[in-house]
């Protein structure tokens, strides 16, 4: 049950657009159209972004949208804010049934 | 509106058991997938267990063997039982209930599992 792989940390300026990738495999990502991604605050619980690979929960701004090409997932970020820093994870389900997450991904805003 | 409110964390020694709660409002879970993830310290999430709707339970395998994962529907609760604790059991556990299409999770705010002796 390997983790998904995204890059240990993106950075950009405020206004600047950022992408996070999380690459998977043809057991998770790639078999299914159920990549979510999770934004978590310093001390907080993580809150849901993206459901279902590029569907925003109402709430969510639309600054943020998800997408899917074969076994990688991409989270975008556009107008970025100071308030969009914050950790950031990936997850899909697998054909073992199972959840995985992605290592994580540190958005700074330079 | 949905709510989890996890509970049951603490400290515990090498080897004990622990059983972790999750009470849902605004929630069934009997009638979603619900999935237990935890977070060591400063480290990323790492799934542990799920249940379905239909009532299969899959784990991690890491925790497999060890902790089972159940509900009861009279309570609307989540729960993990926790046997054979070890020290990289350490961590923060949140339980989580599909709330969003498919892959859409609603989490609790977490309980802290701390096995030292």
Known sequence: QSALTQPASVSGSPGQSITISCIGTNGDIGNFNYVSWYQQLPGKAPKLMIYDVSNRPSGVSNRFSGSKSGNTASLTISGLQTEDEADYYCSSYTTRNTLVFGTGTKVTVL | EVQLVESGGGLIQPGGSLRL????SGFTVTSNYMTWVRQAPGKGLEWVSIIY???GTFYA???????????????NTLYLQMNSLRAEDTAVYYCAGQSRGYSGYQWGQGTLVTVSS
């Open chain 2, 21 to 24: 709660s999750c009470a849902a």
């Open chain 2, 53 to 55: 709707s239909g009532g």
């Open chain 2, 61 to 75: 395998d890491s925790v497999k063997g060890r902790f089972t994962i159940s509900r009861d529907k009279s309570k």
